[in-house]
């Protein structure tokens, strides 16, 4: 098979991108989108003869066929696969438990990331040379597929193994908002120092975590990033699949990185219903229009808050369509508004401080609490998103939005 494109092989703090000659690749308006796990040519060489462990889960296709079975049909040596949260198939509610297990259409081995085991141990890779990452990020700090990415790096560079990340859109890449993470609230909901809505690839940030130092004991390891053909951070990318089943289409993905902040509060943001952050309320709300009842669902919702109990809030569906991709900001207004009007007995943020750890400081509770204005808590964030913009543009791969 002769090759279209030409390869060259970029070595930068000991990671590579693999890139294509731009003489030989169509511009993107005049070409389609090709995701990384799409563009075997480039790295399937770099497969042959290797033990390979994937890491992946629903979204890992290539076109109708999931990145695995079209690897073993390739005759690629597929040792194990290994499921983040939501699991290989993608049918585990958030937090649910992902048990070890084993695949039944391949047979494969799934070992589990979420849970006990967030990060591989050595004996995890030890029968493996090349461990491929591609699962479909959605761009907010908080989504833990990226948290599993760090680990996966980390072990890999601490048994030096090679890892091979097959890039894919960032649906939320086109700004960059929200508060930088602080040290001292690092958590698998936030392990680095990026803001709430990053701006990367997984691509991009890998190599960001890798030439800024963020692996334990500043070790780096062997990276190298297949890129995404003809996207940019200009573009607004559609899902084809869900990449988890409380985002199950581009609305949810969109009012997500606002949204989320209210999983570490009173309020519910629709778990358990038709409407999983497209909506938001609790029993006492008195100000919405827009009536819930959160229930079990399996795979989906398991023991959502107040499940069986009336609701009232507000359907912000329709909002999540437009509106981000016009005004390019998070949307504090529904934090700070329910704050301002909440009369229940129960404090409004939760005891167990996890608000603190999705804003990544303590600082946005206290100007909630303090009742400070969106633009006055907005203002707080200017110096730290000005200092992470030059840093992110070193890692960028793609023509930013700016």
Known sequence: MKFLFVLTILLAC?????????????????????????????????????????????????????????LM???VKVVKVFAPEHGFRGDHGAGDKVAD???????????????KNKKPSPEMFADLDIIIFDIQDVGARFYTYISTMHYVMETAAETNKKVIILDRPNPNGFYIDGPVLEKEFSSFVGMHPIPVVHGCTVGE????????????????????????????????YELPIAPSPNLPNMSAIYSYPSLCFFEGTIVSVGRGTELPFQSFGHPGDV??????????????????PFEGQLCKGHDVSIFGDFYFKSHHQLYLEWLVSSYSVYTGEDPFFLSSGFFNKLAGNSQLKKDIEAKKTVEEIRSTWTSGLENYKKMRKKYLLYQDFE
């Open 73 to 75: 049909s390739l005759k």
């Open 205 to 236: 940030l890998a190599q960001m975590i890798n030439g800024e130092g963020w692996l334990a004991g500043g070790k780096k390891c062997d990276l190298t990033v297949v890129p995404v053909l003809n996207y940019s951070h200009k573009d607004f």
């Open 14 to 70: 000991s990671s590579a991108t693999i890139q294509v000659d731009s003489q030989n690749s169509q511009t993107p308006e005049k070409s389609s989108l090709l995701v990384g796990a799409s563009r075997l040519d480039l790295y399937i060489p770099l497969l042959n003869g290797k033990r390979v462990g994937i890491v992946a889960n629903a979204t890992s296709t290539i076109g109708q066929t999931h990145l695995v079975d079209t």
């Open 287 to 304: 100000s919405g229009v827009y009536s819930f009842t959160p229930k079990d669902i399996k795979g989906v919702a398991v023991d959502p």
């Open 101 to 115: 297990s084993k695949d039944q259409k391949t047979g494969l081995p799934l070992i589990s990331l979420y849970g």
